[in-house]
């Protein structure tokens, strides 16, 4: 395993695992994939590093949004922007994150918010459609929507 990618914000662009993806798209038959390249895209539309996704407004999207952030010092910030944009929206934001509940932006942004699912085991992460080794850290989906459920928390 190359430590120094997997820690680092040097490769910000691992690939979600075709068959991870797979399922939740028969979940959730995802529109938009918020975080891109057109080589590696699991949705028909996609918003692309050129573009950069932080300065769209997710809120305006049709349908669901699935969302793999760069990993790097920002996510972060996606993460706030996936919940502040649940709020304006109607559908699905599914997120595939770290599962590193000890971070300001789980208990600001995820904890009593989302829909939480810890995924078991480590994933494998893939470079050009192949998998990696396993991730060093363990992962999540989280799922923002409108769900009545959740409205008395947000």
């Known amino acids: 395993m190359n430590e120094n990618l997997m820690f680092s914000s040097k490769k910000q662009d691992w690939e979600t695992p075709d068959d991870l993806f797979k399922d939740l798209n028969s979940e959730f038959n995802f529109s938009w994939d918020l ?17 950069n996704s932080l300065t769209v ?11 793999n952030p760069p990993y790097g010092r920002e996510l972060s910030k996606w ?20 599962s ?5 932006y789980w208990h600001n ?6 829909e939480i699912r810890f995924l078991r ?15 060093p850290f363990p992962s ?4 923002y929507n409108n769900d009545e459920r959740w409205k008395s928390f947000k």
């Open 35 to 51: 975080a891109a390249r057109k080589d590696n895209t699991k949705a028909n539309n996609f918003i692309s590093p050129e573009t």
């Open 57 to 67: 407004d997710w809120s305006k999207l049709e349908g669901n949004l699935f969302l």
């Open 79 to 98: 993460i706030k922007k996936a919940y502040e944009s649940s709020l304006e929206r109607q559908g699905n934001i599914v997120l595939l994150i770290p």
């Open 100 to 104: 590193r509940t000890d971070t300001s």
């Open 109 to 114: 942004y995820i904890f009593g918010k989302a």
């Open 121 to 135: 085991g480590r994933i494998k992460f893939e470079n050009n459609g192949i998998a990696g080794d396993a991730a």
């Open 140 to 143: 999540a989906i989280v799922i």
